[in-house]
């Protein structure tokens, strides 16, 4: 178990949102408080992840091929 071997070296995670010390009840937080902030910035959009819309992800948008077979325009 490669989480037995951490604790038993003295190792811990430290939280991503301020660093500190994680315990096991918010893991991988410190704290409910912290385990929030970083449910607030995905659920606002805060959290993206990079991309490049290629020539034919526009051709789909504008053709509509997105959509769903059965919607109704």
């Known amino acids: ?11 811990r995670a430290c939280c991503p949102i301020c ?10 937080f410190c704290s409910k408080r912290c385990a929030d902030i970083d449910l607030h910035r995905w ?3 805060g959290y993206r992840v990079p991309a490049v819309e290629s020539e034919d992800d526009r051709d789909r948008d504008r053709d509509g091929l997105d959509e769903a077979p059965n919607a109704q325009k």
């Open 19 to 28: 660093k500190a010390p994680s315990f096991a009840a918010y893991r991988p």
């Open 1 to 11: 178990m490669k989480d037995k071997a951490a604790k038993d070296d003295g190792l």
């Open 43 to 45: 659920l606002t959009g």
